[in-house]
């Protein structure tokens, strides 16, 4: 290779953060409060967030009560989607914006119904980059990667690897067609972050989902 | 569903945009003056831009005189690979920046030798929301879609629609596999934008590279 250049982070982000974090430790509180364990689930565009939590929420009908944002540049489509399996689902526009952030988790709780609402599932923009340094008062960060984005996604990503209670490997039940190192991904989440749970799943097939389940009812116990 | 938010942008976007557009400007001039045509190539994490990128350095050998440069949070992995295809490259790495910038595309072709360079491949941050703000001073816009993505992207991102010069959609050697609307995905690209070129292809097995390769000849002619 010719070389390599290094670049910094801009300083007016830092302001904008602090004004994150102060609003998301409210949102935090809040849920708090209300006893609601709240996800923020990040993945790139099509790793199968809006899958997995069609998959969940299906899953989990009569066990627990749970409420949706999803968060989208443009179109309702994701919250449609959800929709059919939960009564309390708020779809986030961002416009041009990039990730949430912890003032429009608390607007947009604030248009719910969250009398004996157990569960919070927050589907971040599809972006594996900008959600991860906002807080959004969550309890979890789930990190999702799917088989077909390639092997080297998470050494590419080390900040949502890092931060991530839960990495969850999506789209498993299409290996056959596939060339994809898992021992080389697993090597690279396991030099960031050791103990991290890695779970392999399908959101189409329903593989895998015995040990998501079993981590999410245990982590929201 | 249960409600809707909207948002609006941050006032100070505006500053970091106006600066980066002056020195798109300049690489823009710059590379006018040396007859270079370059492409700001932008897709999700995961669609196949380095896997596009080797496949088309590889069908250029001793027909063009191409330059790259690849951005990426972490790690020199994808300028590593398009070494093998390339003299000069060179990996930009933007630590948690999530999208390239012009200064950084100045900084980069100041370390390359372009004497002799007709064509310059930019490979932007896998990212399909960020890099579509930011002019690179490039000649044209890719826009990488993948069939594993989901055929809802287009519509979900329709910044990047509506400013790409042609719009590649990879992995068409999944289809059998996949269950995706080529008809509704086209569709929705044609809302935001009628005469863009849609290009089916498959960075994996040569299939489409063809009609790219044209697209690519005609356009830096």
Same mark, same amino acid.
């Given at each position: 290779m010719s070389g390599t250049v290094r670049t910094t982070r801009?300083?007016?982000?830092?302001?904008? /953060?602090?004004?994150?974090?102060?609003?998301?430790?409210?949102?935090? $509180?809040? /849920?708090?409060?209300?006893?609601?364990?709240?996800?923020? /689930?990040?993945g790139a565009p099509g790793s199968g967030k809006t899958a997995l939590l069609e998959a969940t929420l299906q899953r989990l009908q009569g066990r627990r009560r749970p409420a949706v944002l999803v968060g989208d540049l443009a179109t309702r489509r994701d919250g449609d989607r959800l929709a059919r399996w939960c009564d309390r689902v708020?779809?986030?526009?961002?416009?041009?914006?990039?990730?949430?952030?912890?003032?429009?988790?608390?607007?947009a709780l604030g248009q719910l119904d969250l009398d004996g609402v157990d569960l919070l599932f927050i589907e971040n923009v599809g972006n594996l980059i900008c959600?991860?340094?906002?807080?959004?008062?969550?309890? #979890? +960060?789930?990190? /999702?990667?799917? &088989?077909?984005?390639?092997?080297?996604? #998470?050494?590419?990503?080390? =900040?949502?690897?890092?931060? $991530?209670?839960?990495?969850? &490997?999506? +789209?498993?039940? &299409?290996?056959? =067609? &596939?060339?994809?190192?898992?021992?080389?991904?697993e090597a690279d989440v396991r030099q960031l972050n050791p103990t991290v749970p890695i779970l392999g799943i399908s959101a189409t097939t329903g593989e895998g989902f015995d040990a998501w389940l079993g981590w999410l009812e245990r982590s929201s116990a």
């Open positions: 801009l300083p007016i982000a830092e302001r904008v /953060l602090e004004v994150n974090d102060q609003l998301a430790e409210g949102v935090r $509180a809040d /849920l708090a409060r209300r006893g609601i364990f709240a996800i923020d /689930l990040i708020v779809q986030i526009s961002t416009g041009e914006g990039c990730h949430l952030e912890a003032g429009q988790v608390r607007d959600p991860v340094g906002f807080d959004l008062g969550q309890s #979890a +960060k789930v990190g /999702l990667f799917s &088989l077909t984005e390639g092997d080297d996604k #998470a050494a590419k990503h080390p =900040y949502l690897v890092t931060a $991530a209670d839960v990495i969850l &490997l999506n +789209k498993i039940d &299409l290996a056959p =067609y &596939l060339t994809f190192d898992r021992a080389g991904f």
